[in-house]
Nanobody, 110 residues
Framework: VQLQASGGGSVQAGGSLRLSCVAS????????MAWYRQTSRKQRELVAQ???????DYAGSVKGRFTISRDNAKNTVFLQMNNLKPEDTTVYYC?????WGQGTLVTVSS
């Protein structure tokens, strides 16, 4: 299984970024896909996840600002991040079925 994340970068507070994660080696459409991010304590916290049927869940801190979506035809999961805040700065990872991508860095300046 390979997960290739991209789309990170540097933006000012209030800006937007769209993360993408392309999966290979799995039957993408049947798996829950999720985005996590690294905390200040070097742990990973759930940001958002999307089920095979498109049902979604979000961390409270991003609800209303971030949107997770998936394109099963392209084996890709997205994370649209709007109204970014400095506290959103960290590395974001996509994950599924116990596998992790390499992470993509998001930096939000005030």
């Amino acid at each position: 299984v390979q997960l290739q994340a991209s789309g990170g970068g540097s933006v000012q507070a209030g800006g937007s970024l769209r993360l993408s994660c392309v999966a290979s080696g799995i039957t993408f459409s049947i798996h829950i896909m999720a985005w996590y991010r690294q905390t200040s304590r070097k742990q990973r916290e759930l940001v958002a996840q999307i089920g095979r049927g498109g049902n979604t869940d979000y961390a409270g801190s991003v609800k209303g600002r971030f949107t997770i979506s998936r394109d099963n035809a392209k084996n890709t999961v997205f994370l649209q991040m709007n109204n970014l805040k400095p506290e959103d700065t960290t590395v974001y990872y996509c994950t599924t079925f116990g596998n992790w991508g390499q992470g993509t860095l998001v930096t939000v300046s005030s």
